[in-house]
């Protein structure tokens, strides 16, 4: 079936990761990127993963996996190398929970895309399982036509959408507002945003 794609909130959230290996880092680095407080289960932990538990970023439960372990957990994510282990976590998890199985996509409710950040920006590439390495090297294709400057441009963006908001209150003036400052010509041009801004908070309308 095709999936639902979302972009979560996990500021603050509770996330339980099964297994210290090199998946449960990268997953690891992507949950605190989200401000998730972070609890890694797991007999051994991955030298940047320990380094982590050292600084304070996440916790560490130093021990096989339990059910209990799930019990707070609004996110979970298994990822140990032990098929059978992911397979129980899968069957410990409740109704409402969130879970990401890496080796058994089936067995969780939600995958995890390639993604980018720039700013504001996010964009995301999904196969469905079906191929990973083509979501990464898509993902860094798009990465090449949008640049860190794209970071700025976002800014920009914000500032002129709510300046248009506070200013103009004809809906079809907005919308043309609105849907100019996203022609490239604006990406690059810190002169051009800086005349719009002005010009837009000057106008009564
Ligand atoms: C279903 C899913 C479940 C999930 O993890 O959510 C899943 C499952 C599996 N991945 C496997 C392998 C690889 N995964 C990667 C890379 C990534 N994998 C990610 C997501 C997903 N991987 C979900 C589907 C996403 C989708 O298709 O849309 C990315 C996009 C996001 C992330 O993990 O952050 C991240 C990009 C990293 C980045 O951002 O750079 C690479 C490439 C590399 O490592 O360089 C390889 C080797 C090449 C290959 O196999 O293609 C294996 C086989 C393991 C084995 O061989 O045993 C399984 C298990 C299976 O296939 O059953
Ligand atoms: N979804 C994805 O993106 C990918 C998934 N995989 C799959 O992910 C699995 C894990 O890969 P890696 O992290 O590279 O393996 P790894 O061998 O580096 O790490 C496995 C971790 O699981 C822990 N572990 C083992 N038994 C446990 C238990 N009972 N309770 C808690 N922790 C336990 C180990 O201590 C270790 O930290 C692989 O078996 C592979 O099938 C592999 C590549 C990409």
Not at 114 to 133: E, M
Request: glycine share 6%; with cysteine.
């Amino acid at each position: 079936m095709p999936p639902y794609p979302i972009m979560l909130q996990l500021s603050g959230k509770q996330a339980v990761v099964i297994g210290g290996g090199a998946v449960a880092l990268r997953k690891v680095i992507h949950l605190l990127e989200a401000n998730a407080k972070v609890t890694v289960v797991s007999p051994a932990l991955d030298p940047k993963l320990y380094t982590y538990y050292q600084v304070g970023k996440i916790h560490w439960i130093k021990r096989e996996f339990q059910p209990l372990d799930l019990a707070n957990a609004f996110i979970v994510i298994a990822a140990t190398n032990q098929k059978e282990v992911n397979q129980r976590v899968s069957k410990c998890v409740s109704e409402g929970q969130l879970l990401n199985v890496v080796d058994q996509q089936d067995l969780g409710n939600f995958h995890v895309p390639a993604k980018l950040s720039r700013g504001d920006l996010t964009i995301t590439v999904s196969t469905n399982g079906t191929s990973p390495y083509l979501a990464k090297t898509i993902r860094n294709e798009i990465g090449k036509m949008y640049g860190q400057s794209m970071e700025e441009y976002l800014d920009f963006l914000s500032r002129a959408r709510q300046t248009v908001k506070d200013h103009v209150t004809d809906i079809e003036q907005r919308k043309k507002l609105l849907k100019e400052i996203t022609h490239k010509d604006y990406r690059n041009s810190a002169e051009k945003q800086k005349d719009f801004l002005e010009k837009v908070s000057e106008s009564n309308e």
